[in-house]
């Protein structure tokens, strides 16, 4: 390698702990029956905080609440994964002509993966 591709790709090495850097510092909030229940996550997908408000809570009916504490973790996961994809995207030179699965190949699967939960699921057929 010559010089002058070693120092891009060092350059190209601090663009990307940067980028990670501050991703990892941001918060991603999710909410659930409309706001009766928050979580936050860091970029570091380090949850932060979990809320749950007092007049949510029903002993008999403990299953809305698992349901409701998870859509709300969902929502916050998918705002984290969306901040790594953001984030990283200016970082990183476009690989997808390499033919590598997930970094934009053809043929590469796309879309939103189905949603992980019963809440999720009932709102979806909603």
């Known amino acids: 390698m010559n010089q002058d591709m ?3 790709l060092a350059e190209m090495q601090e663009q990307i702990a ?9 918060v991603a909030k999710g909410t659930a029956g409309g706001g ?11 949850v932060q905080s979990v809320h749950i408000e007092p007049d949510v809570v029903d002993p008999d ?3 809305m609440i698992e349901d409701l504490v998870l859509a709300a973790v969902n929502e ?3 705002q984290v994964q969306a901040f790594h994809a953001e ?3 200016g970082a990183v030179p476009d690989l ?7 970094l934009g190949a053809p043929g ?12 999720a699921r009932r709102a979806n057929r909603r």
Do not use: W
């Not at 940067?18 to 941001?26: F, V």
């Not at 997808?96 to 997930?102: A, E, K, T």
């Open 6 to 8: 070693l120092k891009r």
């Open 18 to 26: 940067k980028a990670q850097q501050e991703i990892e510092s941001r």
């Open 36 to 46: 009766a229940v928050e979580v936050e996550i860091t970029g570091a997908y380090k």
């Open 61 to 63: 009916d403990m299953s």
């Open 76 to 78: 916050a996961l998918t």
């Open 87 to 89: 984030g990283m995207g």
């Open 96 to 102: 997808g002509g390499l033919g590598i699965p997930g």
């Open 108 to 119: 590469d699967a796309g879309g939103s993966p189905p949603p992980l939960n019963r809440a």
